[in-house]
């Protein structure tokens, strides 16, 4: 099974869907977790390998093509034989609602079971309605939970937003190893390889290549966790967890109206130093610890990340030290976690850090944000 997973891939990746070898091992993983039964195999494929709903069409023709489903066997002739009967024939699978291949064992059809049980096939037909049901129930969940407004989130969405997020970030961290792995490679120098084999009489025995690997940058990250946008934050962190070995370092940072360095340990976040949930948002106050703080890597290899609705009760927003920072490091990406009509309403000063920035971005959602961060590292 393995290796027609792994052909499952390769074909995958011929129709234009990419899939990350992390992502593979996630689906060989799920289909052993989760069995092979037809219906139970295609949603734990495609849960595991299919990353944009557009791409589904695309799956679901490569799955019946490499997984086509088999009709149930003829029930064969009884004969009667010291007054019972025996069947005559062999099944053509399991319960006869396989695909080809998946199982090579004959099975003997039973008509109804001793205590008036329904058909092995009916049973199983009735599981695969009930696992096909179950399988489309999550991705419509999962959906409702990419599309909700953090503003709309309840303690149970919150949780459940916790939950794909951690999904999500496994397939950025695949996303991350694939753009290391083509940036050691370089691209290739056909001169230097040409020039490299004149002395193996013109057959280019070793590849050139102009770049080498760059150096990994440094990533600083500035959440704002007053209470307008503590969810956006939690979800940012989680969604960064398990990209640090693709940085040289990683600092993180939480505030309200000063700097903390905090920790994320099984999915909460964890200050390292005095951290006032309830205190007033003093945005310019943290820049300015930012700016003075000396362990913090604000080099030309550092991007900084900062999440907040740069709301900060009209108390003096310091926009000229972002302004410094900026000259200080490679970019500054911002994310607003409410919608662009809110922007600059109220005691809102976006306005006065955008100058500063190289994108500032719109995420209202687990979608958008996520879509962020993949632009963003």
Known sequence: MRARILAFVQALREDGIDVSVAEALDAAAAVAAAGVERAVLREALAATLVKDEADRPAFDARFEAMFPAVGPAPVPARKKRGGRGLPSGEGAGAG??????????????????????????????????????AASALRGSRRRILALPFREYTALDLEEAHTVARELAARLRGRLSRRTWRARRGRLDFRRTIRAAVTTGGVPARLRFRARRPSRPDLVVLCDLSRSVAEASGLLLTLLAPLGRYFRRVQLFAYVDRLCPVTLEGGHVVPDGPLDLHARSDLGRVLVELAAAERVPLGRSTELLVLGDARNNRLPPRADVLRAIR???????????????????????LRLYEPACDAVIE????ATLVAAVRDAV
């Open 363 to 366: 995420c209202c959602d687990l």
């Open 96 to 133: 006869g609602r396989g695909f080809s291949g998946d199982r090579g064992t004959p099975r003997r059809h039973e008509e109804s079971s001793p205590s008036g049980a329904p058909p092995s096939s009916a049973r199983e037909g009735r599981e695969h309605a009930g696992a096909a049901a």
């Open 327 to 349: 000259e200080r490091v490679q970019r500054i990406v911002w994310l607003a976690p409410e919608p662009r009509r809110r922007w600059n309403t109220g005691d809102s000063v």
